[in-house]
């Protein structure tokens, strides 16, 4: 550093009296190739891709838990009997469930999300959100060029699995519309054109007039919704686990019918949101819980998130994910 030092003052002093520059010797250019830090691109052109999209889909996963949930640490299996009987997964896909990584964290907070009423999950592709076919995969490119304040994100939603009044419109039996939910506002937008899925879009995020056309239906404060990924050909995990869940989840509302004070609990498939390794996947979307997510789930805890987690707001800490942030107001 000294020698380095010594060669730039005599190099200004040089320059100021008029003399040429001094000679570096070649032991000293060395000195100063190897002392300066070694060039590095702003972003490489993966980076690049990924700063094209929404800047809030890279902000960090949660890393505490928040005080705004009731967590418990109730085993959500306790109320199984000594050697659990319900379904379990095939051993073959068992083993790749991973239990060791902790999973608080393990999702982006968001605060709204899109959820497109989009046909069968046993049919949906495996990168549904990014093929051109699918609305999904339209609402998703819209909503990462669309600069927002907050996180947004879009899924596909499958309604079939359990009986439930969710219904699609005539448009999109018809094929000339599609009906979107909206989260955590419960909100369904029915009937929406192709031509108009910017325009929605537009107004979601910038509290703008919906299209007249397009009819809100807004659900209940005691309609509840449980998204279980069951997106097959994105993981087999959770293809086989999810549908497990949602049987399970059939079988115990049956069960419990006279227990659920009022509720309306509409159990859906849902498209990858991230974390196979922990299958069974799920989003809760309650009146006393604020968009949770779920890993790891057994056909043992159904009735414990029934019980526990809806009906009395309590959030079970070894199952906890993260939950989605505070969302915008929306003033239709």
Request: with cysteine; net charge neutral.
């Amino acid at each position: 550093m000294a020698a380095l030092i010594a060669i730039v003052s005599s190099f200004f002093h040089d320059l100021i009296a008029g003399r040429s520059p001094v000679t570096v010797p070649q032991s000293e250019k060395l000195i100063i190739a190897t002392s300066a830090p070694s060039f590095q691109p702003e972003t490489s052109p993966k980076a690049k891709k990924q700063k094209s999209k929404n800047e809030n889909d890279e902000k960090p996963a949660v890393t505490g838990y928040p005080d705004n949930a009731y967590f418990t640490e109730e085993d959500p299996c306790a109320s199984c009997e000594q050697g659990c009987d319900h379904p379990k997964l095939p051993s073959s896909l068992e083993k790749t469930i991973d239990y060791g990584e902790p999973l608080l964290g393990t999702m982006k907070p968001y605060a709204l999300h899109i959820c497109i009423i989009e046909g069968s999950s046993s049919g949906w592709p495996e990168r549904i959100e990014q093929d051109p076919t699918t609305i999904t995969a339209k609402f998703t490119d819209l909503a990462h060029k669309t600069h927002t304040d907050y996180r947004v994100l879009v899924s596909a939603i499958d309604i079939s699995y359990t009986p439930s009044d969710l219904h699609v419109s005539p448009e999109q039996a018809s094929g000339r519309g599609v009906d979107i939910m909206i989260l955590p506002h419960k909100w369904i937008l029915r009937g929406v054109r192709l031509d108009q899925i910017g325009g929605v879009l537009d107004s979601l995020i910038h509290s703008k007039t919906l299209d007249a056309s397009i009819r809100v239906n807004k659900m209940a404060d005691k309609d509840v919704f449980i998204f279980v990924c069951t997106h097959k050909k994105r993981d087999r995990r959770c293809g086989v686990a999810g549908p497990m869940l949602i049987d399970e989840f059939t079988v115990a509302l049956k069960e419990l019918t006279n227990e659920l004070d009022g509720y309306k609990i509409h159990v859906c498939g849902i498209s990858h949101i991230g974390g196979h390794k922990f299958a069974g996947n799920l989003i809760l979307y309650a009146p006393k819980t604020h968009g949770d997510w779920y890993g790891r789930v057994k056909t043992c805890h159904v009735r414990s998130i029934i019980q526990e987690s809806i009906l009395e707001g309590k959030v079970f800490k070894s199952l906890w994910r993260g939950q989605m942030n505070k969302s915008p107001s929306l003033t239709w």
